[in-house]
Nanobody, 115 residues
Framework: QVQLVESGGGLVQPGGSLRLSCAAS????????MGWYRQAPGNERDLVAA???????VYADSVKGRFTISRDTAQNTVYLQMSSLKPEDTAVYFC?????????WGQGTQVTVSS
């Protein structure tokens, strides 16, 4: 199994930037992909971006061109660089790790975009 610790959320003004981090520990060699999801109050948890161990990426249409997912294999960390943030990006952001036969979630980090 793989454990996740997220960091980097907070309050930012519209148009601002934030970087989220997700550090993995445990059986990291089993990881196939990692991703970021978000959930606003009353909404489902939706995919924001994901990256595979082969560095293939996928993004939600709503964040394309504004968010970038990347990974640092030496640090076992995945990042979500968020720019041009909008109020509708406000949500709890969760990191997810996927491997053969398992998927684990982080505890979530709040991102609030407001003036």
């Amino acid at each position: 199994q793989v454990q996740l610790v997220e960091s980097g959320g907070g309050l930012v003004q519209p148009g601002g930037s934030l970087r989220l981090s997700c550090a993995a520990s445990g059986n990291i060699f089993s990881i196939l992909a990692m991703g970021w999801y978000r959930q606003a109050p009353g909404n489902e948890r939706d995919l924001v971006a994901a990256i595979s161990t082969g560095d293939s990426t996928v993004y939600a249409d709503s964040v394309k061109g504004r968010f970038t997912i990347s990974r640092d294999t030496a640090q076992n960390t995945v990042y979500l660089q968020m720019s041009s943030l909008k109020p509708e990006d406000t949500a709890v952001y969760f990191c997810k790790v996927m491997g053969p036969g398992y998927e684990n979630w982080g505890q979530g980090t709040q991102v609030t975009v407001s003036s």
